[in-house]
Nanobody
Framework: QVQLVESGGGLVQPGGSLRLSCAASGSILSINAMGWYRQAPGKQRELVARIVSGGSTNYADSVKGRFTISRGNPGNTVYLQMSSLKPEETAVYYC???????????????WGQGTQVTVSS
């Protein structure tokens, strides 16, 4: 009874920008961390950015200075603002959440379905 809904992917030219959104809902007591990962064709899934409940952030070296992760108000939504996009960043971007459930179940990590980002001219 926890769902992640992602949006914001699409086609963008090199150097362009996109903003991804992920909203978590369901039996959630608190959200400990939210993050974005990406998986390009033929590649392993990798961390892009992560934000914890206290506001600290962690970025892949390749996106520092160009991407910004933030949480909305209320804090069950996470955004990834992506700027100066490069063709090699074409991938499916996945939202990931670490949380504490209201119903006491110990399952605490969830993935969204992914949203396609294509950077191409």
């Amino acid at each position: 009874q926890v769902q992640l809904v992602e949006s914001g992917g699409g086609l963008v030219q090199p150097g362009g920008s996109l903003r991804l959104s992920c909203a978590a809902s369901g039996s959630i007591l608190s959200i400990n961390a939210m993050g974005w990962y990406r998986q390009a064709p033929g590649k392993q899934r990798e961390l892009v950015a992560r934000i914890v409940s206290g506001g600290s952030t962690n970025y892949a070296d390749s996106v520092k200075g160009r991407f910004t992760i933030s949480r909305g108000n209320p804090g069950n939504t996470v955004y990834l603002q992506m700027s100066s996009l490069k063709p090699e960043e074409t991938a499916v971007y996945y939202c990931n959440v670490d949380l504490t459930r209201r119903d006491g179940w110990y399952n605490n990590n969830y993935w969204g379905q992914g949203t396609q980002v294509t950077v191409s001219s």
